[in-house]
């Protein structure tokens, strides 16, 4: 079995099916594709269940209770038997032959983490527009890489950018963040500092649907969000402390410091509705000291800047460089 394809649901009976649809053209002698019902209470999984008893190689495996993303993805992890992993969301259009020619190439070349790239999709008008233009690149050092597509402006965290190596994953024991928004931030990071062979690739192999009732949608519900960037910052902060000084380090220092930066700029860049908005600069300005110290610290002066800025007033901060 070559690939695992994980795919956590809940409540998005409207998307999975054109999910599934493309995903059952990857090669299914090949291929497995985990179902990870995540214990929703819409026709989701009757759907699910439906296509399952269609291909062979397609499964569901229910949670006991509703866990959230990253343990549902966590869910697949473990019973994937698939060299390589690949995390599909459920609402996201994968385009699969783009997706097994990423997956033949991180085989032939023995890749940890083979890295691609993704349009956007919008779910209301159909309007797709590319992602970071990234380009091809030879294997090389993961941590090597992730510094190279910070430098370029080009790095996203996002985990269906990529397919990982399972064995990789398990001999480092990397698995989803727990509890937490941005999980993503935790887990496509650490993975690229430990690979020893990674590599990106110019092929578009998912369109990411850009929808209002998303997890990134529903952040104008309350402020919570604030606290996971918080949390991605403390923690990637204490890998950043673990590298040797150098390029790997500072441009890992300066992701931390841009998240930092991101709690206040976010706040108009979502839309919030006012009481929301309150809320989360009300957390900015509680932990100003905090979040300023990331990007004070990032060792990139623009970075600095800002978080300087954001050490004095939130407020003035976020009217300076706050999103819209």
Not at 141 to 164: H, T
Not at 171 to 193: S, V
Not at 204 to 232: D, K, P, T
């Amino acid at each position: 079995m070559l690939l695992s394809v994980v795919i956590p649901f809940y409540h998005v009976e409207k998307y999975i099916g054109a999910c599934l649809t493309l995903a059952a053209q990857l090669p299914a002698q090949d291929c497995e594709i985990l179902l990870v019902d995540d214990c929703g209470c819409d026709g989701s999984a009757v759907i699910a269940a439906d296509f399952c008893a269609r291909y062979a190689n397609m499964r569901v495996i229910r949670r006991e209770q509703n866990g959230g993303l990253s343990l549902a993805r966590n869910t697949g992890l473990q019973q994937a038997c698939g060299e390589y992993v690949y995390f599909l969301d459920s609402d996201d259009l994968p385009r699969p032959q783009a997706l097994w020619q990423l997956v033949l190439a991180a085989k032939e070349q023995a890749l940890d983490v083979a890295k691609a790239r993704f349009v956007y999709f919008d779910d209301e008008t159909g309007e797709e527009t590319p992602g970071p233009a990234i380009g091809r690149t030879d294997a090389m050092d993961g941590g090597a890489l992730f510094a190279a597509q910070c430098r370029a402006g080009l790095y996203e965290p996002m985990v269906w950018q990529c397919v990982y190596r399972r064995a990789f994953l398990e001999e480092n024991r990397l698995t989803m963040a727990d509890g937490l928004l941005f999980e993503d931030e935790l887990f496509q990071a650490p993975a690229l500092l430990r690979a020893r062979r990674a590599a990106a690739f110019e092929t578009e192999i998912l369109r990411y649907r850009q929808r209002a009732g998303s997890i990134m949608g529903s952040f104008a519900r309350s402020s919570r969000w604030c606290a996971s960037y918080l949390e991605v910052c403390r923690r990637l902060s204490a890998l950043a402390g673990t590298l040797p000084a150098g390029e790997v380090r500072n441009a890992l220092s300066r992701r931390v410091g841009q998240i930092a930066l991101s709690v206040v700029k976010n706040i108009p860049a979502y839309g919030l509705p006012e009481p929301v908005a309150r809320e989360a600069l009300a957390f900015a300005k509680a932990h100003k000291s905090e979040l300023s110290g990331y990007a004070l610290h990032s060792g990139d002066a623009l970075v600095a800047a800002q978080g300087a800025l954001l050490a004095l007033s939130p407020a003035i901060f976020m009217k300076a460089y706050g999103r819209t």
